[in-house]
């Protein structure tokens, strides 16, 4: 470990990037944890709530390659992972390579595009890899997507599958600021040009700094007894009338082993954010609303109730034993 990099960078860019974007204190941390863990981010909440901005702010602090890709219902799968040019002057043709081969990947409004481009997508979030022109590819060591989606929008939309949402480390939803931080945002917005971070935001550590770190992250202590409260809460939510007998068939499907490994590899992530080289089980507590929401599916009757899954996990974090 010796050879390994400082984890101060981190605090340094967190710093950075909280000097830049206002109030969005909670969600720069979550999206340094996914970096640390290496998971990839959907990010829903209103328009208007700089989920752009924070994105391409953190790609210019990690000095990554970065893109934004405005996701449509007339996108293709070429139009993501690339395609084919013929080159008359060498009677070849040649790949030329689509957005998907940068180190971060901004997929704005993510629920708008046909399932064939979220097939390629799930395909590149699962394997770090693509398939074009029959050739598979590999993609940047570091690879992230960050996605987003919009709530209030329904029209045109088509809903992700659970397989691929089952990739998704975190679901971060986004609320509308304060008053006060809202002043803020207007102040700077009236100094500076929305949505260009450019020269705001200075380079605090490359790509191969950050794959560094998460190899120390490899080294973060997990007790047996947190790993088995993790594991527990995961395999609850398949089993809710056991331990939650009034909403019993709430949930129609709980979330998979996938849910388990993420959780505990987040916490390790946030653990060694906040500078422990352990786990603590409040570490999970505070990050399994992230990584579970998403991963169940709930019935029509829980909708009836005015329950959500966070209510439900919040529900199962209080009647399990904690470690």
């Given at each position: 470990m010796k050879d390994l990099?400082?984890?101060?960078?981190?605090?340094?860019?967190?710093?950075?990037?909280?000097?830049?974007?206002?109030?969005?204190h909670s969600l720069i941390e979550q999206l340094l944890t996914a970096l640390l863990a290496g998971g990839h981010v959907l990010?829903?909440?209103?328009?208007?709530?700089?989920?752009?901005?924070?994105?391409?702010?953190?790609?210019?602090?990690?000095?990554?390659?970065?893109?934004?890709?405005q996701f449509t219902p007339d996108l293709m799968p070429a139009d993501l992972i690339g395609s084919e040019i013929y080159e008359p002057e060498t009677t070849r043709f040649r790949f030329l390579p689509g957005p998907i081969f940068n180190e971060i990947l901004l997929a704005d409004e993510i629920n708008r595009a046909p399932p064939k481009v979220q097939s390629a997508l799930l395909e590149a979030m699962a394997e770090h890899q693509v398939t074009a022109a029959g050739q598979t590819r590999r993609l940047p060591e570091l690879f992230i997507v960050l996605a987003t989606q919009n709530?209030?929008?329904?029209?045109?939309?088509?809903?992700?599958p659970e397989a691929q949402l089952d990739r998704f480390l975190f679901h971060i939803l986004l609320d509308y600021p304060s008053l006060d931080e809202e002043i803020e945002i207007t102040r700077r917005a009236r100094q500076v040009e929305e949505g260009h971070v450019e020269g705001l935001v200075s380079a605090q550590m490359s790509p191969a700094d950050l794959?560094?770190?998460?190899?120390?992250?490899?080294?973060?202590?997990v007790e047996e007894h947190v790993e088995r409260f993790a594991v527990q809460l995961v395999v609850a939510t398949r089993d809710l009338g056991h331990?939650?007998?009034?909403?019993?068939?709430?949930?129609?499907?709980g979330a998979s082993p996938r849910g388990s490994i993420s959780l505990l590899r987040a916490s390790m992530a946030r653990a060694f954010l906040l500078g422990r080289d352990y786990v603590l089980p409040e570490d999970i507590v505070h990050l399994a609303p992230?990584?579970?929401?998403?991963?169940?599916?709930?019935?029509?009757?829980?909708?009836?109730?005015?329950?959500?899954?966070?209510?439900?996990?919040?529900?199962?974090?209080?009647?399990?034993?904690?470690p």
């Open positions: 990099p400082s984890a101060a960078p981190l605090a340094s860019l967190r710093n950075n990037l909280e000097a830049v974007i206002v109030g969005q990010l829903e909440g209103p328009p208007g709530l700089a989920k752009t901005t924070v994105v391409h702010a953190l790609a210019n602090a990690l000095d990554a390659s970065f893109q934004r890709v709530p209030l929008e329904q029209s045109g939309t088509y809903p992700l794959l560094a770190l998460r190899k120390r992250v490899d080294a973060v202590f331990w939650l007998p009034e909403h019993a068939d709430l949930i129609l499907a992230l990584v579970l929401r998403h991963r169940l599916v709930l019935d029509f009757a829980a909708q009836a109730d005015q329950l959500s899954a966070d209510d439900l996990i919040h529900a199962l974090i209080k009647v399990l034993p904690l």
